[in-house]
């Protein structure tokens, strides 16, 4: 799979960015609690009934036995605002978990992506490490030539069987780092097959690196961190705003109808009535200065840990910025020229050797060059590369291609 596919499956398998995700649900879900209206309430009630046994007559009057039905509604939601301010903070809710969401759809992608690039570098360096042991394996076969024709001595030999053992090894290393680091890709994709991945170090165009005081301004907009750090400031001031009204009284207005059962109690018709009633709390005691206070502190907290967020993503696009720099100074370095001369002063010694002209000492010392050339060719390309991507995520956006 490329690095688009890699992408891809990130965000879609990814369980911490399901979790992320099921957040912003929950926040939807309370924004739409919050949205929904109070149910009226309604009571029903039978009193002064008689005891079993013991009837009201017009000679023993008692109640009259009556029936009330009444509806009753709740104002202080509305009338003081502490439902409006409810549903603001629900809104700012979703837009921090929203960027929350986003954040962690950050964090992910970059480690799965600098994941892709480890691959491609093991790769590259198992690759080498295969030629590498195949070239001492050659030479084995011209020393082994060279001693049967009494050119060179035994112990000739038995140094290039000692090469063959290293390069050997070498190879077992890293095709061991090339599976953990296939295993480690396929864990960020949820992948459950080898990691294999298609994909190249190549970069023929890189490009130099922005100022650092154009990326600073571009994460201000752009980064989910600071975001979801401002966002919650403006929910806390929300959350304040309901505290404060949930200080207000509560007030209930309700209505209803009695039917008065007078016939048999006391020798009087039936009659029916309504009334309404306004009832209240008197805040005197508790006006929430609890609530508010802590709402007050969360805001406090709040403020302090966008600044905190602030000197952290600064720091991170500093450093970012700074690797990129260094990684793009190797990059346009003279490295093909350094590889062709490597190259070729080891295929010339090797043919020397072959002719008598070298001895084995030099030869592995010319491929041990050539390795070593080639590994920090390698290792020069995959760091251009993660260096780019960490810049893009550092700043929140994509500033280089």
Not at 96 to 105: C, S, T
Not at 198 to 227: F, H, I, K, N, T
């Amino acid at each position: 799979m490329g690095l688009g596919e890699v992408i891809r499956r990130s965000v879609a398998r990814d369980p911490r960015i399901k979790a992320a995700l099921a957040e912003v649900e929950v926040a939807q879900a309370e924004y739409q609690a919050a949205a929904v209206l109070p149910n009226p309430g309604l009571s029903i009630s039978q009193t002064l009934m008689p005891f079993p046994g013991k009837p009201f007559t017009p000679e023993l009057q008692g109640g009259p036995p009556q029936l009330d039905i009444g509806v009753s509604y709740t104002l202080d939601t509305i009338l003081f605002g502490k439902r409006s301010s409810a549903l603001e903070s629900a809104q700012q809710a979703i837009d921090v978990a929203a960027a929350e969401y986003a954040e962690v759809v950050r964090q992910r992608v970059k480690e799965a992506v600098l994941a892709f690039y480890d691959v491609l570098q093991a790769e590259a360096v198992a690759a080498l490490c295969q030629e590498a042991h195949e070239q001492v394996k050659k030479l084995e076969k011209i020393t082994e030539q060279r001693v049967t024709l009494g050119s060179v001595g035994s112990i000739e030999q038995d140094r290039v069987k000692l090469a063959v053992l290293s390069t050997h090894r070498e190879l077992l290393r890293a095709e061991t780092e090339l599976i953990k680091a296939r295993t480690a890709l396929a864990a960020r994709t949820g992948s459950q097959g080898s990691g294999a991945v298609r994909g190249s170090l190549e970069c023929p165009d890189p490009r130099a690196p922005p100022p650092l005081e154009v990326l600073l301004a571009q994460a201000e907009e752009s980064r989910p961190d600071l975001l979801a750090a401002r966002r919650k400031i403006r929910k806390a001031q929300m959350d304040l705003s309901t505290e404060r009204a949930r200080g207000y009284p509560e007030l209930t207005v309700s209505a209803g109808v009695t039917r008065q059962f007078q016939a048999r109690a006391i020798g009087m018709p039936d009659v029916s009535a309504w009334g309404v009633a306004l009832e209240t709390t008197l805040p005197i005691f508790d006006r929430n200065q609890g609530g508010v206070a802590r709402a007050e502190a969360v805001r406090r907290q709040s403020e302090a840990e966008l600044a905190a967020t602030i000197l952290e993503a600064y720091a991170e696009i500093a450093q970012a910025h700074q690797e990129y720099s260094l990684a793009y100074t190797l990059m346009t370095s003279d490295d093909v020229e350094t590889l062709r001369a490597a190259s070729n002063a080891r295929d010339k010694i090797q043919e020397s050797y072959k002719l008598g002209g070298r001895t084995l000492i030099e030869v592995l010392d010319a491929q041990e060059a050539y390795r070593q050339t080639v590994r920090l060719i390698i290792e020069a390309r995959a760091n251009y590369w993660r260096a780019l991507h960490l810049l893009n995520a550092a700043v929140g956006k994509r500033v280089l291609p």
